[in-house]
């Protein structure tokens, strides 16, 4: 089971970007549904996670105010006012709505390929 991501690009500072979260062959709906990124020689971190019950979300310090994870049969991240730290691998992955609370990497499974994001003027 493995989840597509896609919307990534090349954006400015300042720019914004949505990035899609999806599964053909199974709904998302019934899972926690979270976005993490990557970049270069740094770990995996959670920046955003939702619910799937309530809709409760998570979201990371250094994204709070900027980032809005939202849902329906897809799930989406809104990127707004992106700065160079923001330039990742975006990956989406699912779990039980335990995992939000913490938002971690190792609480989440059925990663797809990632999507690049890059911000650079």
């Known amino acids: 089971v493995q989840l597509a991501e896609s919307g990534g690009g090349l954006v400015r500072p300042g720019g914004s970007l949505t990035l899609s979260c999806e599964r053909s062959d199974f709904t998302l709906d019934d899972y926690a549904v979270g976005w993490f990124r990557q970049a270069p020689g740094k770990e995996r971190e959670g920046i955003a996670c939702i619910s799937h019950r309530d809709g409760t979300t998570y979201y990371a310090d250094s994204v709070k105010g900027r980032f809005t994870i939202s849902r329906d049969n897809v799930v989406f991240l809104q990127m707004d006012s992106l700065v160079p730290e923001d330039t990742a691998v975006y990956y989406c992955?699912?779990?039980?709505?335990?995992?939000?609370?913490?938002?971690?990497?190792?609480?989440?499974?059925?990663w797809g390929q990632g999507t690049q994001v890059t911000v650079s003027s």
């Open positions: 992955g699912v779990s039980g709505d335990y995992a939000v609370r913490n938002c971690r990497q190792r609480d989440f499974g059925s």
